[in-house]
């Protein structure tokens, strides 16, 4: 747990830029975050002393999984929270826990890989292309696994794999991964939350830090995750990744900033202070073509933060991803904090959350595509962001030209070279979307006992 000194007020004041003042509802808030390296938002705006600027004294505090973290958020533990995106939707929606969660800042793009054992990937590594030098040739699809699949099942033992949580990327991109080579990950009912109804590979939930220790316990045959639990498995020498959600979704949406609907009403000016201090954090990250990273690396290294070894860290957020040992190669983009507009929160981000929610059984009944969009504008909230980007701007600290003024919160089209199974994505339209994807419920269909009917 890091904690502000008081003290520290007089010495940031004589190094603080002179910021637009806003009158602050609440100065001392408590911020919740997972040990991932995609919180760097949070323990820079923190270090780099930019929610001092905004008259902010934060404390940040781990913890223990995402269940403990936005129950803290929902009773007022914490102020707000490093979030899966899928959570302020699913709470909003009422799947799981009920309450208003909106967030007015995205966290990140991209930072999440799937890895497998060492012995499964040297069974899937005979369906698995090869480049000139030998090296696998990526993205591999999970078509190289299907055959390790259905052989584990015709032994009659059940094949598991890992994710983090069951509103998390990590479980739709995981989802996404199989589905796209055939294999069914399962399906949620009302009755059965398990997510396992048909299914082919069976997904479960493991806390992030423990994936790689799961993994080499045998219990989990892979995993998804964010950093640095994947290039952990690759130090360890227990797994290797074999891909990466920039291969599988370019430039895809991850976490989010979340705090409850009613602390941004009742705080307004305290919301627009701290999504203005995580922009500079954004900002500071990206800037230079990366070059921040290695102090970065350093932050997030800290136990109080991710806590993990310098080079593991600096192994994907650096530049670089490596998936067998000594097979590094450059992924400048694995981890995008700020380029790509990464840090506007577009309805049609929260739009592919839903219909990934959707297509597994988790809505359990089909919606409107107006539906659709009026959950997303209840919880992405793109005009507190550019509130305060507009004050950044006009305080000499963000640039005119690094923000979508003019964006209806719909980004355009994600082209089919950009996605794993090459199916184009609009948020426009979820549902013919929907329709498109092979595997997953259709308009009309529902999950009966174990049946999927209409």
């Not at 719909?410 to 070279?417: D, F, G, L, R, S």
């Amino acid at each position: 747990m890091k904690k502000l000194l008081l003290g520290l007020v007089a010495t940031t004041a004589l190094v603080s830029p002179a910021l637009a003042e806003l009158e602050l509802e609440k100065d001392e808030l408590t911020f919740g975050f997972i040990k991932l390296t995609d919180m760097a938002p949070l323990a820079v705006a923190y270090e780099n002393g930019y929610f001092l600027d905004e008259g902010l004294f934060v404390t940040l505090e781990a913890q223990a999984n995402w269940k403990v973290l936005l129950d803290g958020v929902i009773d007022g533990q914490l102020d707000g929270a490093h979030m899966l995106a899928g959570q302020p939707l699913a709470a909003t929606i009422g799947y799981g826990t009920e309450a208003h969660i909106v967030t007015p800042f995205s966290m990140d793009l991209n930072g999440n890989g799937i890895t497998v054992s060492n012995e499964i990937w040297e069974e899937m590594k005979p369906n698995i292309p090869v480049m000139e030098d030998g090296r696998p040739q990526h993205p591999i699809s999970a078509k190289a696994l299907a055959p390790v699949v259905e052989k584990y099942k015709s032994e009659g033992k059940p094949f598991n794999m890992g994710m983090v949580f069951p509103v998390s990327t990590h479980n739709y991109e995981l989802r996404y991964w199989l589905a796209a080579g055939g294999l069914h990950p399962g399906f949620y009912s009302p009755d059965n939350v398990t997510g396992q109804i048909g299914a082919d590979v069976f997904l479960s939930v493991t806390p992030p830090p423990q994936m790689p220790a799961t993994l080499e316990a045998g219990t989990i045959y892979g995993y998804c995750v964010g950093e640095p639990w994947n290039q952990q498995a690759v130090f360890k020498g227990i797994g290797v990744p074999v891909i990466t959600d920039y291969e599988l979704w370019k430039n895809n949406p991850e976490k989010v900033f979340g705090i409850t609907a009613e602390f941004a009403e009742e705080y307004p000016n305290t919301t627009l202070a701290v999504t203005k201090a995580l922009i500079r954090a954004a900002q500071w990250l990206d800037e230079n073509d990366n070059a921040n990273r290695p102090e970065a690396v350093e932050i997030l290294s800290r136990a109080e933060y991710v806590g993990a070894d310098y080079d593991v860290i600096a192994n994907s957020m650096t530049g670089t991803f490596e998936y067998e040992k000594g097979d590094k190669r450059e992924v400048p983009d694995f981890n995008v904090f700020f380029r790509y507009n990464a840090t506007y929160p577009f309805y049609s981000d929260a739009v592919w959350y839903l219909t990934q929610m959707r297509r597994w059984g988790q809505i359990a009944d089909a919606k409107s595509d107006s539906w659709y969009d009026e959950v997303a504008k209840s919880v992405y909230k793109p005009e507190i962001y550019l509130e305060a980007a507009r004050l950044l701007v006009d305080d000499g600290l963000a640039n005119e030209a690094d923000f979508p003024w003019e964006s209806n919160g719909y980004k355009a089209p994600t082209p089919a070279e950009d996605i794993i199974d090459g199916i184009a994505y609009d948020g426009r339209t979820p549902n013919a979307y929907l329709e498109s994807l092979s595997i997953g419920l259709k308009d009309g269909q529902t999950i009966v006992g174990s049946d999927v009917q209409g």
